[in-house]
């Protein structure tokens, strides 16, 4: 098996409300939903691994002076997921949906 990656200079691990993410200059993930406005400029703060063209850092657990900048997309509703309630041999059968509203971003600049 052939694994193929997208070649990228510079990339970060940060953390983002509890979830760590790892996204590329230019590169727009999705995340949880941000409180932050529509429209607006995020930095995260919490660096765990930094990869440039010269180096590799790694944080215990952070990296010190190290920031990603993003800009926001916009927020959107994820795909449904069924969550299904099922006891056997009682007739009880209870399905209910669950969209989660994530935030589109845009990773505009990784500093290490």
């Given amino acids: ?24 200059e230019g590169e727009i993930i999705s995340i949880d939903k941000l409180p932050a406005s529509k429209d607006g400029k995020i930095n995260f703060d919490k660096v765990l691994l930094v990869k440039t063209e010269s180096k590799l850092g790694l ?3 952070y ?13 959107y509703r994820d795909k449904k997921i ?11 059968t209870r399905v209910t949906g669950h969209r989660q509203t994530m935030t589109r971003i845009k990773i505009e600049k990784i500093l290490a």
């Fill in 1 to 24: 098996m052939v694994l193929k990656f997208k070649a990228m200079q510079n990339w970060a691990v940060f953390e983002s409300q509890g979830k760590q993410h790892k996204a590329g």
């Fill in 59 to 61: 944080g215990k657990p």
């Fill in 63 to 75: 990296i010190e002076k190290a920031k990603v900048t993003a800009n926001i997309e916009g927020d």
């Fill in 82 to 92: 069924r969550v299904v309630k099922f006891k056997s041999k009682s007739r009880y």
